[in-house]
């Protein structure tokens, strides 16, 4: 399978506790995204990276948030002393910086936080 | 104001309907325009780019009216298998992808 890769699908974690996303996209994309999705909502921007460069973090993401694709290739995204309003979908998705760039999404990190 | 914004939905409509969707934008700056296909509980995937000119994918027509910053998708002779979310995405100059809620679509036999 040559698609994005997201670990782990799901995620249940107690309030407090420190999770980790990760996400390899496709080989050939250089850009990386990462959206947060809750129920009824579309798809919302957290962050993006071309190569290893993180270019754009969205005001909404508060500093528990952290990501990282050091080697440009695969990407991570931490959260830290969850809290249960970051329950919610977690998408990883790549693009090419060539054309119109469409995205490209994995099949998501759900998270639950009790 | 929301950056993007589609018709709240549901739409439910009979197989073989013709439905439209709409989609506004804010940022006059937009560069590209994309219509998304979501299935419950799953990703979103590619459906369409729009093009300025306008473009067909079999039952689908996609529009994009940049003066009045809309995007509309068409779907002629709805299939059971259209049911979905569809959300419309814009891309802007900083690279940034921003979805609008979605409009769900369900079609009844």
């Known amino acids: 399978d040559t698609g994005v890769s997201q670990d782990p699908r799901h995620k249940i974690t107690k309030r407090g506790q420190n999770v980790t996303f990760r996400c390899d996209p496709i080989s050939e994309h250089n850009r990386l995204y990462w959206y947060r999705q809750t129920l009824g909502q579309g798809p919302e921007f957290l962050t993006y990276?071309?190569?290893?460069?993180?270019?754009?973090k969205s005001r909404l993401l508060s500093d528990r948030f952290s990501a990282e694709r050091p080697k440009g290739s695969f990407s991570t995204l931490e959260i830290q002393r969850t809290e249960q309003g970051d329950s919610a979908m977690y998408l990883c998705?790549?693009?090419?910086?060539?054309?119109?760039?469409?995205?490209?999404f994995g099949e998501g990190s759900r998270l639950t936080v009790l | 104001r929301k950056e993007v914004e589609q018709d709240p939905g549901p739409f439910n409509v009979p197989e073989g309907a013709t439905v439209a969707f709409n989609c506004t934008y804010s940022?006059?700056?937009?560069?590209?325009f994309f219509w998304y296909r979501q299935d419950c509980r799953k990703e979103p995937k590619l459906l369409m780019s729009v093009y300025s000119s306008g473009n067909e994918d079999g039952r689908f027509t996609a529009q994009l009216n940049r003066a009045s910053q809309y995007i509309s998708l068409l779907i002629r002779d709805s299939k059971l298998s259209d049911s979905a979310t569809y959300l419309c995405a814009v891309k802007d100059y900083g690279q940034n992808f921003v979805f609008g809620p979605g409009t769900r679509l369900s079609v009844l036999p």
């Open positions: 998705a790549s693009s090419l910086w060539t054309g119109t760039g469409e995205l490209f």
């Open positions: 990276f071309q190569n290893e460069a993180q270019l754009e």
């Open positions: 940022n006059s700056a937009s560069q590209s």
